[in-house]
DNA sequence: GATGAATGAGTATTCATTCAT
DNA sequence: CATGAATGAATACTCATTCAT
C-alpha cells in the first residue's frame, strides 16, 4: 500500500474510472447488490474491460478500501503532526469529522464488507487500522505524558478517539436523521469533541 | 411494533425458529448472502414452509430487525427508569456494552442492512431509534437541569451517547482485534464510560 | 456402477430425460459446444432444472457416459457367455458392429472427452475398458487352448478386438463416407471380422 | 493443399510457429478449450497477430490438420511407392504405427474436431482420406491380382487398414493403459501387423 | 505489420419464489 | 398447512475478434 500516492491519479485512466465508479456503488448499494454490469455502465466501459484491470469483482473491493484508507490516513498523519497544542484535538475531531462524512463512502464500504470477507478484514487491519492506531496511541501517550490528558490507558483511548470518527462519518448517515443538516453536523461535531475532552459531567 | 411483547414466543413455532435461523445467518453471513435455503435448513423446515410465513425474503430481515430492536429498547428503558442516581450512567453503560456484545448479530444486521433497505431503515428509525433517543434525551435534560451533567444539547448528547453503544457493540468485532479479550472489553467499556462522562482532559 | 440395471429406467423421470438429451448433444456437438440451455431445451425442462439432478454440467457427462459403456458391457458379456462356437466370434462381430452403430453416439462422446476429463478417463478405464478387455482377454485366451486361435498374446489379441469395434462403431461416421450404405456397412463389418479371423494373406 | 511442399518452412516466420503451437494445444486441450491468448502466448506473439495471419480461430484448425495429414500422407505414399514385397506389408505398417504415435497429436485434433466442423471434415475427407484410401486400394488390388492377397473387396481391406492405423496411433493414448511401454507397444504393432495378414484362426 | 486494450455476446451456475402434491 | 421439485431471471466471468496506435 502507498501511502503518499494519489491525488494526481488522471480520472482519465480506466482503472481509477471503474474504482470511482465502484466506491459509489458499493457504498449505495453494497457489493453484493452492485452487478459488474452496473459497475461496467457506471465507469463507461465494457463489462469485460473490468476483468482486464482487476482479476474479479472482489479486487475491485480491495482496491477501493485499501486506496480510501490510504487517503484516509495520510491526511490524519499529516494533521497530527502539524497540531501543535494538543488541546487542539478538539479542532482535528472537528475538521476530521466534517470531512469524514464526505468520505461516508468509504466507511460504509469498509463496515458493510469487511465483516464478510476475512482477508479484505485482514488488510484493513492489519494495514491501515494498526498504524491509525498506533499513531494515535503515541500521540494521546505523549499527552498524557505531558499532563495534559488524564492517565488513562493511550491504546484503548486511541480506539475510543477512532470509533468516534466512525460514528460521525458512518452511524450519522446510517441510522440517524437522513439529512442531518450542517448547522446539526456542526454541532454533533464539537459536540463528540467536547465530550471527549471535558465529558458530560459538570466539574466538581 | 410491539414494544412489550416477547418473551413469550414459544420456541417451537415456526416463525420464532426462522427468526432465530435467520437473525443468526444474516449477522453472520449478510442478508444478501444467506440463501432461503440455508434459512429453510437452519430452522428445520422445507424452503417453501418459508414462504407461508413470511411474504418474501425481505419480509424476514424487517421482522428479524424489528424483534432484535424492540427487546433492545425495552431493556434499555427498563434500566433507565429504575436508574437512582444520575451519575450511575456509567455504570449502565458498562453493562450495556457488555451485554451488548452478544447482541452485536443484531447491530450487524441492522448497520449492514438498514442501508440498503430504506423502508426497513425508516422503520427502525421511526419507531426505535427516534423512541431511544428521546428517552436518552429526556434523561440528559433532567441531569443538565439537576445540574450533573454539563450545560450540552441534550439531543446531540443522546446521539453521542447511542452512538458510543455501536462502537461497542459492533465496531469492536468488525475492524478491531480479532478476538479481544474480556479483560480489554471491560476496560474498553469503562473507559468509554469515563471519557463519556470525564472527557480526557486533565480537570484544571 | 450398475452393470445389471437399466432397460426400466422410465423415460418420463427427469434424469433420464436429460441424459436422453444429453448423450445426443454431446455426441452431435461435443461436450464444450452443448449449451446448458440447449441441455435444458432438449430435455424440456428449465435451465435451473439441470443443476438439481446434476451437480454441474460434467456431472452430467459422467453419468451419460458411465451409463452407457454400462449397457455396452452388459450386452457383450452377456452374447460373450452364450456364444458356443469360438469360431463364431465373426458373428458376434458382425451383430455388435451393426449395433454399435446405433450407439456411435456413446463412442464419440467418450472418445473426444475422456482425453480432456482425466477423471472420466479414469472411470471408464477402471470400471469399464478393464473390465471388457479382461473378459475378452479370457475368451481368447480359451479359444487358444482350445487350438481354435493361433498362440498370440491375449492381452494383445483382446485389445486388437475391441479397438476393430471402435473402427467400425466410431472411424465411419467420423471420417469416412458421409453416410455409408447399409450394404456397405454390412461388408465392412463381415470384412472385419473375417480379416479379424483369417488375416488377408492367401493360405500358403 | 500442398502434399510435395514444405519441411522447409523456417520456423522463425510467424505463420509456422502460429501452427506449431497450435497443432499442440489442440491436440493437449482440444480445440475449444484452446484459447486464442494462449495460442498467441504459446507462439509468443500479440493476440491481435493471431488474426493477420488467419482470418479467425478456426481457419487455425484447418490449417494445422490440413498440413499434418498432408506430411502423413506423403510419408505413407513413398513408402508403399518403394515397397518391393506385397508381404512386406506388415513391416510398413509396423514402421508406421510406431512413428504414428509420435504424430498422435495431428491424429487427435483430427478425431476430435473433424466431426464438428463440417467443412474440415470434408475436406479431410476430399483432400486426404480419399487420396490415400484409393492409393491403398490399388496396392492392396494389385496383391490380391498377384495371388498374394485373398479375394476381398479391395476398398473395404483399404478402409480396414487404414482403421488399425488409428487404433494404434489414437485409441492407446485415449484409453487404453495411459503410457503403454514401448515392448507392449512394439508387440502390439506386430500383432495387428499379424492379424491383419493372417487372422487369429489356425490354418486348417 | 505487430500490438494489446477494449469489446460484448455468450457461458455455467445460483437462488427467490411458485405450486402441485 | 408443509413440502420440495421446478422455474427462469439474474449473476460473475470468458474469450474471439476489432482497431487505434
Given at each position: 500500500?502507498?501511502?503518499?500516492s494519489?491525488?494526481?491519479?488522471?480520472p482519465?485512466?480506466?482503472?481509477?474510472?471503474?474504482?470511482?465508479?465502484?466506491?459509489?456503488?458499493?457504498?449505495?448499494?453494497g457489493?453484493?447488490?452492485?452487478?459488474?454490469?452496473?459497475?461496467?455502465?457506471?465507469?463507461?466501459?465494457?463489462?469485460?474491460?473490468?476483468?482486464?484491470?482487476?482479476?474479479?469483482?472482489?479486487?475491485?473491493?480491495?482496491?477501493?478500501?485499501?486506496?480510501?484508507?490510504?487517503?484516509?490516513?495520510?491526511?490524519?498523519?499529516?494533521?497530527?503532526?502539524?497540531?501543535?497544542?494538543?488541546?487542539?484535538?478538539?479542532?482535528?475531531?472537528?475538521?476530521?469529522m466534517?470531512?469524514?462524512?464526505?468520505?461516508?463512502?468509504?466507511?460504509?464500504?469498509?463496515?458493510?464488507?469487511?465483516?464478510?470477507?476475512p482477508?479484505?478484514?485482514?488488510?484493513?487491519?492489519?494495514?491501515?487500522i494498526?498504524?491509525m492506531?498506533?499513531?494515535?496511541?503515541?500521540?494521546?501517550?505523549?499527552?498524557?505524558?505531558?499532563?495534559?490528558?488524564?492517565?488513562?490507558n493511550?491504546?484503548?483511548?486511541?480506539?475510543?478517539?477512532?470509533?468516534?470518527?466512525?460514528?460521525?462519518?458512518?452511524?450519522?448517515?446510517?441510522?440517524?436523521?437522513?439529512?442531518?443538516?450542517?448547522?446539526?453536523?456542526?454541532?454533533?461535531?464539537?459536540?463528540?469533541?467536547?465530550?471527549?475532552?471535558?465529558?458530560?459531567?459538570?466539574?466538581?
Open positions: 500500500m502507498q501511502l503518499s494519489r491525488p494526481s491519479v488522471p482519465t485512466d480506466l482503472s481509477s474510472r471503474i474504482l470511482a465508479a465502484a466506491q459509489r456503488l458499493f457504498a449505495r448499494q457489493f453484493e447488490k452492485t452487478t459488474t454490469r452496473q459497475l461496467a455502465e457506471a465507469a463507461g466501459i465494457a463489462e469485460g474491460t473490468l476483468f482486464r484491470h482487476f482479476e474479479n469483482k472482489k479486487a475491485i473491493l480491495v482496491a477501493v478500501v485499501t486506496q480510501g484508507w490510504s487517503e484516509l490516513l495520510t491526511d490524519l498523519l499529516t494533521q497530527l503532526s502539524e497540531m501543535g497544542s494538543y488541546r487542539a484535538v478538539a479542532q482535528l475531531m472537528r475538521d476530521r466534517l470531512t469524514l462524512h464526505k468520505q461516508s463512502d468509504l466507511m460504509r464500504v469498509c463496515f458493510m464488507e469487511a465483516q464478510f470477507h482477508d479484505l478484514r485482514d488488510r484493513i487491519q492489519s494495514e491501515i494498526n498504524k492506531t498506533s499513531v494515535v496511541e503515541a500521540f494521546i501517550q505523549t499527552g498524557v505524558e505531558r499532563g495534559t490528558y488524564r492517565d488513562l493511550p491504546k484503548v483511548v486511541a480506539r475510543v478517539f477512532l470509533g468516534m470518527f466512525m460514528i460521525a462519518g458512518f452511524s450519522q448517515d446510517t441510522l440517524m436523521d437522513e439529512q442531518p443538516s450542517p448547522a446539526f453536523q456542526k454541532e454533533m461535531a464539537e459536540t463528540l469533541a467536547d465530550i471527549f475532552l471535558n465529558g458530560i459531567l459538570v466539574q466538581s
